[in-house]
């Protein structure tokens, strides 16, 4: 590159950032300024050419014209970049043995059903039935009663009630910890599935070689007042995912053992699972103290 060039586009780059020098909030001006920055910096390291950014611009217009009130495309696409896993890391700062969180993920609703404790989460979602047990505690050791728990997930054929087109609700609920902190509920073992690979996030993830598979999990968020909101998974020891997880949302710590139950092993609570196998999982939660 030329002297000449190189001025020519560094002079650009001043120009955008004194644009926003008169803004009045200092952190939006901080925020503006830094992307720019960061967007020129990799449009001339790529030296990009009008072509690749018309189809970067088409792009991201298929990523909005997809986007309703069911999907989050730009969620989706959030995730596959690690941009949503390095935003929580950074949220999520490290304290004392709290639980590790991880991506929020595009199929939380608001208004899931309470169940009492015992109760089935399950609702429509089919899979095989699995016990949850677990407590809230914070990192001083002390149990959190009434700590509110929103679980939910997938059925074994891969998909959130909100994909189904029926309005039907299943594999979703809150519930609220007893006096000792303690929870427990029934839901359906989770087993892998693809994010939505139909749109332009699927096809970006085709065109670059990536699956779209996601290693099973539970999603988990758990509240209580003056402690950290935490948004978590936990994740099937033994999945073949584990290391590819198409949103990087897989953490050590919250790779629990579903453990195998025979039909003929009587459940915690007694169900008559007619026959059927089940399993179990444990997952002792610890929250950080809000700051």
């Not at 830094?34 to 950014?53: I, N, Q």
Request: proline share 6%; with cysteine.
């Amino acid at each position: 590159m030329t002297d000449k060039q190189e001025d020519r586009e560094e002079s650009l780059v001043r120009m955008v950032l004194a644009s926003f020098e008169s803004t009045p909030d200092p952190r939006l001006r901080e925020i503006m300024q830094a992307a720019v920055r960061h967007l020129h910096a990799f449009l001339r390291d790529v030296r990009l050419t009008e072509a690749e950014w018309k189809q970067g611009i088409d792009f991201l217009t298929a990523v909005g014209n997809i986007t309703d009130d069911r999907r989050q495309e730009f969620i989706l696409l959030s995730d596959t970049l690690g941009a949503s896993m390095q935003t929580v890391a950074i949220n999520n700062e490290a304290y004392a043995d709290a639980t590790e969180a991880t991506v929020f993920g595009p199929f939380f609703v608001d208004g899931a059903p309470h169940v009492e404790l015992g109760g089935d989460i399950a609702g429509t979602a089919t899979g095989q039935p699995c016990w949850v047990e677990g407590t809230v505690s914070d990192t001083e050791g002390r149990p959190v009663p009434g700590a509110r728990i929103e679980v939910w997930e997938a059925d074994d054929e891969g998909f959130y009630d909100v994909q189904y087109d029926d309005k039907r609700t299943g594999g979703r609920a809150y519930l609220l910890c007893d006096d000792d902190g303690g929870f427990r509920f029934w839901a359906v073992t989770p087993t892998p599935y693809p994010i939505p690979d139909d749109g332009p996030v699927g096809a970006m993830l085709a065109a670059t070689g990536r699956s779209p598979m996601r290693a099973s999990h539970l999603h988990f968020m758990v509240s209580a007042p003056g402690l950290r909101t935490l948004v978590t998974h936990i994740f099937v020891q033994g999945d073949e995912l584990l290391d590819s997880d198409s949103v990087f949302g897989v953490k050590e710590s919250l790779v629990k053992e579903f453990v195998e139950q025979p039909s003929d092993v009587t459940p915690p609570d007694g169900r008559d699972l007619h026959g059927r196998s089940w399993a179990r999982v444990r997952f002792d939660i610890v929250l950080a103290p809000s700051t």
